[in-house]
């Protein structure tokens, strides 16, 4: 029941935007399936760690990069389905690499494929990987709209796309602490080794969002050539 105090501040923001005549049902809909989705995560998640399998594992993770590049060309709709391959593409080389680094690597985990960290680590990883290329789709697109070349476009693209990263970097341990620090201090951790959990964490986050950003624009230069020659052949057939 304690839990329903969470909603209120929630709700004052919802009140808001009513009265303020601006998307109320968008935010409504998005706590309600953050609700839901939250709910249906915890008791999926005890299966999962229960069975201990690889297969169920390497399904999960695909899962959370098919629907992480869905989500991330929301930004520019008109292009999703054309964009797609490249966004899976490029979180899978980003986000999947930085995965295998940090879980083999660093944590060492045995087995390899250890549910109670890969997936928890991966969800951390594909999610900022689908928002910085959310962001560099946008910011691309709308440096083309303004003539901009294609080195032009993707260097403001990657640049906007990593603003919200290397802010977090810039405030960690001094205006917030992340919430898997804060966890594993709650859990009663030492709050030295939370914090250098939460240092492999921010470095996984911060390199594969711009490993993943920077291919996805990479993989956009074709695209943006074959446009250009599109254009040119449409002027040179006008009388």
Not at 113 to 140: C, D, K, V, W
């Amino acid at each position: 029941m304690n839990l329903a105090l969470a909603f209120v501040p929630a709700l004052v923001v919802i009140g808001i935007l009513y009265l303020w005549a601006l998307k109320a049902g968008d935010a409504i809909h998005s706590l309600a399936r953050m609700l839901g989705q939250l709910l249906l995560i915890g008791y999926f998640l005890g299966y999962i760690f229960e069975s201990d399998s690889v297969l169920v594992v390497a399904c999960v993770l695909a899962v959370m990069v098919f629907v992480s590049s869905w989500i991330a060309l929301g930004s520019v709709k008109q292009k999703r389905r054309a964009l797609y391959k490249r966004a899976v593409l490029s979180i899978f080389l980003g986000g999947g690499l930085t995965l295998l680094l940090v879980t083999q690597g660093v944590l060492d985990l045995n087995p390899w494929y250890e549910p109670q960290y890969m997936i928890p680590l991966a969800g951390m990883i594909f999610a900022n990987a689908m928002n910085t290329i959310s962001l560099a789709a946008e910011r691309f697109y709308s440096e083309l709209s303004m003539q901009r070349t294609y080195e032009e476009a993707r260097n403001k693209a990657l640049q906007t796309s990593l603003i919200p990263i290397i802010n977090s970097l810039f405030a960690v341990g001094i205006v917030s602490l992340p919430g898997m620090m804060t966890g594993q201090i709650l859990s009663g951790v030492s709050p030295l080794i939370a914090a250098r959990y939460q240092i492999m964490v921010m470095c996984m986050i911060f390199g594969s969002a711009g490993i993943a950003s920077a291919c996805f624009l990479l993989l956009l230069k074709g695209e943006n050539s074959l446009s250009k020659q599109g254009g040119e052949a449409e002027k040179s057939t006008e009388p």
